[in-house]
Protein backbone atom coordinates (compact mmCIF):
# COMPACT_ATOMS: atom_id res chain seq x y z
CA UNK A 1 0.00 0.00 0.00
CA UNK A 2 1.33 3.68 -0.93
CA UNK A 3 1.06 6.09 2.32
CA UNK A 4 0.51 9.57 1.72
CA UNK A 5 1.81 10.72 5.15
CA UNK A 6 -0.09 13.73 6.71
CA UNK A 7 -2.12 14.42 3.57
CA UNK A 8 -5.24 13.82 4.86
CA UNK A 9 -6.07 15.63 8.49
CA UNK A 10 -8.99 16.93 10.56
CA UNK A 11 -8.71 20.27 8.42
CA UNK A 12 -9.15 18.47 4.94
CA UNK A 13 -12.49 18.35 2.85
CA UNK A 14 -12.53 14.87 1.45
CA UNK A 15 -13.59 14.50 -2.20
CA UNK A 16 -13.63 10.89 -3.68
CA UNK A 17 -14.48 9.55 -7.20
CA UNK A 18 -16.62 6.27 -7.26
CA UNK A 19 -15.84 3.52 -10.07
CA UNK A 20 -12.42 2.60 -10.34
CA UNK A 21 -11.61 4.52 -7.36
CA UNK A 22 -13.66 3.37 -3.79
CA UNK A 23 -15.11 0.49 -5.51
CA UNK A 24 -13.45 -1.85 -7.78
CA UNK A 25 -14.77 -1.39 -11.70
CA UNK A 26 -16.81 -4.31 -13.09
CA UNK A 27 -17.61 -5.05 -16.82
CA UNK A 28 -21.13 -3.63 -16.77
CA UNK A 29 -21.93 -0.13 -14.19
CA UNK A 30 -25.06 -2.33 -12.38
CA UNK A 31 -22.33 -4.84 -11.24
CA UNK A 32 -20.06 -3.01 -9.34
CA UNK A 33 -19.18 -4.72 -5.57
CA UNK A 34 -19.88 -2.29 -2.31
CA UNK A 35 -17.00 -4.07 -0.22
CA UNK A 36 -19.49 -4.51 3.67
CA UNK A 37 -16.43 -2.01 5.37
CA UNK A 38 -16.41 0.84 2.97
CA UNK A 39 -20.03 2.09 4.02
CA UNK A 40 -18.49 2.06 8.20
CA UNK A 41 -15.80 3.91 6.68
CA UNK A 42 -17.55 6.64 4.79
CA UNK A 43 -19.52 6.93 7.36
CA UNK A 44 -16.46 7.78 9.89
CA UNK A 45 -14.97 9.78 8.05
CA UNK A 46 -18.18 11.98 6.98
CA UNK A 47 -18.52 12.38 11.13
CA UNK A 48 -14.77 13.04 11.72
CA UNK A 49 -14.29 15.38 9.06
CA UNK A 50 -17.99 17.45 10.07
CA UNK A 51 -19.42 16.25 6.92
CA UNK A 52 -16.72 17.59 4.43
CA UNK A 53 -17.04 14.05 2.30
CA UNK A 54 -18.13 14.33 -1.00
CA UNK A 55 -18.56 11.93 -3.96
CA UNK A 56 -17.91 13.50 -7.44
CA UNK A 57 -18.88 10.78 -9.60
CA UNK A 58 -19.93 10.53 -13.47
CA UNK A 59 -22.78 8.27 -12.34
CA UNK A 60 -26.64 9.29 -12.01
CA UNK A 61 -27.94 9.81 -8.48
CA UNK A 62 -30.28 6.65 -8.85
CA UNK A 63 -27.57 4.26 -9.59
CA UNK A 64 -24.83 5.36 -6.84
CA UNK A 65 -27.52 6.73 -3.69
CA UNK A 66 -28.85 2.65 -3.61
CA UNK A 67 -25.53 1.42 -3.29
CA UNK A 68 -24.41 3.78 -0.59
CA UNK A 69 -28.15 3.48 1.34
CA UNK A 70 -29.00 3.90 3.99
CA UNK A 71 -25.65 6.75 4.03
CA UNK A 72 -26.54 10.26 2.56
CA UNK A 73 -23.65 12.02 1.69
CA UNK A 74 -22.91 15.81 -0.28
CA UNK A 75 -22.51 14.55 -3.78
CA UNK A 76 -21.78 15.48 -7.22
CA UNK A 77 -23.81 13.21 -10.18
CA UNK A 78 -23.05 13.18 -13.69
CA UNK A 79 -19.79 14.78 -13.98
CA UNK A 80 -21.22 17.61 -11.63
CA UNK A 81 -24.59 17.90 -13.77
CA UNK A 82 -26.63 17.27 -10.35
CA UNK A 83 -24.94 18.48 -7.08
CA UNK A 84 -26.42 16.77 -3.65
CA UNK A 85 -25.30 19.80 -1.13
CA UNK A 86 -25.70 19.01 2.91
CA UNK A 87 -29.35 21.14 2.49
CA UNK A 88 -30.64 19.58 -0.53
CA UNK A 89 -30.57 19.12 -4.62
CA UNK A 90 -28.75 21.36 -6.58
CA UNK A 91 -29.26 21.04 -9.95
CA UNK A 92 -28.45 22.83 -13.82
CA UNK A 93 -30.86 24.97 -15.08
CA UNK A 94 -33.05 23.48 -17.83
CA UNK A 95 -31.78 25.39 -20.17
CA UNK A 96 -28.37 23.95 -19.55
CA UNK A 97 -29.44 20.38 -20.05
CA UNK A 98 -27.50 19.22 -23.18
CA UNK A 99 -29.52 17.94 -26.61
CA UNK A 100 -28.23 14.23 -26.35
CA UNK A 101 -30.34 12.78 -28.98
CA UNK A 102 -28.53 12.32 -32.17
CA UNK A 103 -25.70 10.87 -29.53
CA UNK A 104 -28.13 8.38 -27.70
CA UNK A 105 -29.81 7.49 -31.40
CA UNK A 106 -25.91 6.58 -33.01
CA UNK A 107 -24.78 4.58 -29.84
CA UNK A 108 -28.52 2.83 -29.76
CA UNK A 109 -27.88 2.46 -33.43
CA UNK A 110 -24.44 0.67 -33.10
CA UNK A 111 -25.01 -1.02 -29.55
CA UNK A 112 -27.95 -3.04 -31.29
CA UNK A 113 -25.44 -4.31 -33.97
CA UNK A 114 -23.37 -5.56 -30.93
CA UNK A 115 -24.22 -7.53 -27.76
CA UNK A 116 -21.29 -6.18 -25.96
CA UNK A 117 -22.13 -2.93 -25.93
CA UNK A 118 -23.89 -0.98 -23.12
CA UNK A 119 -25.43 2.50 -23.50
CA UNK A 120 -25.96 4.78 -20.15
CA UNK A 121 -28.54 7.30 -20.26
CA UNK A 122 -28.29 9.67 -17.38
CA UNK A 123 -30.16 12.96 -16.88
CA UNK A 124 -27.92 15.03 -18.50
CA UNK A 125 -25.16 12.74 -20.24
CA UNK A 126 -24.89 9.61 -21.74
CA UNK A 127 -22.13 6.77 -21.98
CA UNK A 128 -21.27 4.00 -24.59
CA UNK A 129 -19.52 1.22 -22.63
CA UNK A 130 -17.21 -1.36 -24.51
CA UNK A 131 -15.69 -3.25 -21.45
CA UNK A 132 -17.17 -6.11 -22.87
CA UNK A 133 -16.20 -5.78 -26.70
CA UNK A 134 -12.92 -4.05 -26.39
CA UNK A 135 -12.28 -4.74 -29.80
CA UNK A 136 -14.99 -2.25 -30.76
CA UNK A 137 -13.58 1.38 -29.10
CA UNK A 138 -12.11 2.42 -32.46
CA UNK A 139 -15.89 2.33 -33.57
CA UNK A 140 -17.28 3.51 -30.42
CA UNK A 141 -15.19 6.32 -30.29
CA UNK A 142 -15.62 7.54 -34.24
CA UNK A 143 -19.72 7.23 -33.62
CA UNK A 144 -19.68 9.04 -30.50
CA UNK A 145 -16.92 11.82 -32.01
CA UNK A 146 -19.64 11.76 -35.70
CA UNK A 147 -22.16 12.41 -33.50
CA UNK A 148 -21.15 15.16 -31.02
CA UNK A 149 -18.62 17.42 -33.61
CA UNK A 150 -21.14 19.77 -34.75
CA UNK A 151 -22.64 20.52 -31.16
CA UNK A 152 -20.64 22.85 -29.46
CA UNK A 153 -22.57 22.38 -25.70
CA UNK A 154 -21.39 18.54 -25.87
CA UNK A 155 -18.27 17.14 -24.86
CA UNK A 156 -16.70 13.79 -25.25
CA UNK A 157 -15.12 11.93 -22.89
CA UNK A 158 -12.83 8.79 -23.05
CA UNK A 159 -12.72 6.73 -20.21
CA UNK A 160 -11.78 3.32 -19.56
CA UNK A 161 -13.99 1.37 -21.55
CA UNK A 162 -16.18 4.15 -21.90
CA UNK A 163 -16.81 6.79 -24.47
CA UNK A 164 -19.41 9.35 -22.58
CA UNK A 165 -21.05 12.45 -23.51
CA UNK A 166 -22.24 15.43 -21.94
CA UNK A 167 -22.49 19.23 -21.40
CA UNK A 168 -19.13 21.06 -22.23
CA UNK A 169 -20.09 23.95 -18.99
CA UNK A 170 -19.78 20.90 -16.63
CA UNK A 171 -16.86 19.18 -14.81
CA UNK A 172 -15.80 17.39 -11.66
CA UNK A 173 -13.45 20.21 -10.91
CA UNK A 174 -16.38 22.73 -11.30
CA UNK A 175 -18.48 20.61 -9.04
CA UNK A 176 -15.63 20.50 -6.28
CA UNK A 177 -15.01 24.23 -6.37
CA UNK A 178 -19.14 24.55 -5.74
CA UNK A 179 -18.58 22.86 -3.12
CA UNK A 180 -15.52 24.40 -1.49
CA UNK A 181 -17.03 27.37 -1.37
CA UNK A 182 -20.24 26.33 0.97
CA UNK A 183 -20.34 25.10 4.24
CA UNK A 184 -18.82 22.33 5.52
CA UNK A 185 -16.26 22.21 2.77
CA UNK A 186 -15.34 25.90 2.80
CA UNK A 187 -12.38 27.49 4.56
CA UNK A 188 -10.95 23.45 4.35
CA UNK A 189 -8.32 22.28 2.08
CA UNK A 190 -9.43 20.27 -0.52
CA UNK A 191 -8.39 16.43 -1.21
CA UNK A 192 -9.58 14.18 -4.21
CA UNK A 193 -8.85 10.56 -5.56
CA UNK A 194 -9.67 9.59 -8.54
CA UNK A 195 -8.84 7.02 -11.44
CA UNK A 196 -9.86 8.15 -14.93
CA UNK A 197 -9.51 11.05 -17.17
CA UNK A 198 -12.54 12.41 -16.29
CA UNK A 199 -11.07 13.27 -13.01
CA UNK A 200 -8.16 15.45 -14.27
CA UNK A 201 -9.97 18.46 -14.03
CA UNK A 202 -11.00 17.83 -10.58
CA UNK A 203 -6.79 17.15 -9.57
CA UNK A 204 -6.67 20.87 -11.16
CA UNK A 205 -9.02 22.28 -9.25
CA UNK A 206 -7.79 20.73 -6.04
CA UNK A 207 -4.43 21.62 -6.41
CA UNK A 208 -4.81 24.99 -7.44
CA UNK A 209 -6.73 26.18 -3.96
CA UNK A 210 -3.77 24.41 -2.20
CA UNK A 211 -4.98 20.74 -1.43
CA UNK A 212 -3.93 17.45 -3.36
CA UNK A 213 -5.18 15.13 -5.69
CA UNK A 214 -4.34 11.16 -5.83
CA UNK A 215 -4.38 9.45 -8.97
CA UNK A 216 -5.86 5.90 -8.42
CA UNK A 217 -3.93 3.47 -10.54
CA UNK A 218 -1.64 4.15 -14.20
CA UNK A 219 -1.96 6.51 -16.22
CA UNK A 220 -0.66 9.99 -17.19
CA UNK A 221 -1.97 12.01 -14.36
CA UNK A 222 -1.25 16.04 -13.14
CA UNK A 223 -2.01 14.58 -9.53
CA UNK A 224 0.88 15.12 -6.92
CA UNK A 225 -0.05 11.75 -5.25
CA UNK A 226 -0.65 8.54 -6.36
CA UNK A 227 -2.03 5.06 -4.81
CA UNK A 228 -2.06 1.86 -6.52
CA UNK A 229 -5.66 0.47 -6.73
CA UNK A 230 -9.22 0.97 -4.70
CA UNK A 231 -8.03 -1.82 -2.31
CA UNK A 232 -5.12 0.60 -1.38
CA UNK A 233 -7.04 3.29 -1.34
CA UNK A 234 -9.81 1.88 0.86
CA UNK A 235 -6.44 0.84 3.27
CA UNK A 236 -4.78 3.82 3.24
CA UNK A 237 -8.33 6.07 4.29
CA UNK A 238 -9.10 2.99 6.78
CA UNK A 239 -5.82 3.36 8.37
CA UNK A 240 -5.60 7.65 8.30
CA UNK A 241 -9.20 7.69 9.84
CA UNK A 242 -7.86 6.76 13.51
CA UNK A 243 -5.60 9.80 13.67
CA UNK A 244 -8.07 12.24 12.71
CA UNK A 245 -9.47 11.90 15.83
CA UNK A 246 -6.44 12.69 17.81
CA UNK A 247 -6.36 16.50 19.07
Known sequence: MSTLPGLLTARSALFLDFDGTLAELAPRPDAVVIPGELLSLLERLHVQLDGAVALITGRAQADIEPLIAPLQLPAAYEHGAVRRAEWGM???????????????????????????????????????????APELEAECVNAMVHAVQHNPSLQLLRGKAVVEVKSARVN????????????????RIPLF????????????????????????????????????DPLALRAWLAQTSPELSTP
Open 90 to 132: VSLDPEQVPDLAPALAAAKALAAQHAGLLVEHKHTAMALHFRL
Open 172 to 187: KGHAIQAFMAEAPFEG
Open 193 to 228: AGDDVTDEAGFEVVQRLGGAGIKVGEGESCALHRIA
